[in-house]
């Protein structure tokens, strides 16, 4: 049997999946998820931090929200992923769910107390787990969107003066970007790497989408695991991107997880002092306010040929 591309069969098109819309033209922004009007989380700084899975998110946002509740801040930490595990050095243990509390309730979320769901963290911080639904069968930004309903159900948000999303992974869909619904910055967590800057760069082309619609902004880069920057600054340089605190690759930051603890709980040395240190000047300066960026991502291609070598 010949197999060729001639004849009427050949140039038949598939049918249309049953039940499934033609595709039509997208937007600006994500259409995926939209963000209700009534749930704007006001009052509070708000952060979304992203970056490459791996690269170390939820180490930088609890510790980046302890040196917030060090400097005095009521701080609360959103984890996005569904593993959970966003804020488990701050509370020394995975914790249930948005999603498995409102499924013990059948969602009826009425019945929900905030004990059911929001948790008390080393220093104070504030600890939810949104979660995600089961793989392959929903979207990670309904998740986001009833957690957020919750928080303002409870008023616990009127009593919060910093709000971190924890989220997973790189931005493959409008549903994992939804925290950039709520945030004012965007914190980009990367690696002096290829794949992190790769990941840096669709996530910019992310927080471009949302900022038509929505209020957020890149805040900037957190190099992490890093001995050196010199890939991530000639990436901002070229971008129009800015890099705000840099943390090393040390032993006791792996440790730490390890332990289920913070860096501010481990035995004091002068390595981790420094960065300590660092995470407060970070917490400072977001406090303060940093500038609103509008960098220009790089084409797929461009960033290869950028970071490639000859």
Known sequence: MTIGHSGAAARKPFPMPVNVKPMRPDGEGSLQVHQDPDDNIEGARVFAVYG???????????????????????VLQIGCDPKHDS????????????IDVLESVEFHSEELDIDDFVFEGYNGVMCVEAGGPPAGTGCGGYVVGQTVKLLKQHHLLEDTDVVIFDVLGDVVCGGFAAPLQHAERALIVTANDFDSIFAMNRIVTAISAKSKNYKVRVGGCIANRSAGTDQIDGFNEQIGMKRLAHFPDLDVIRKSRLKKSTL??????PELDAVKDEYLRLASNLWNGTDELAPVPMRDRDLFDFLGFD
């Open 87 to 98: 804020t488990f050095t701050l509370t020394k243990k995975l914790m249930p769910t948005v």
């Open 52 to 74: 490459k899975g791996g690269i170390g998110k939820s180490t930088t946002s609890s510790n980046l929200s302890v040196a917030f509740s060090k400097l005095g801040k009521r």
């Open 264 to 269: 501010f709980e481990m035995d004091s040395s």
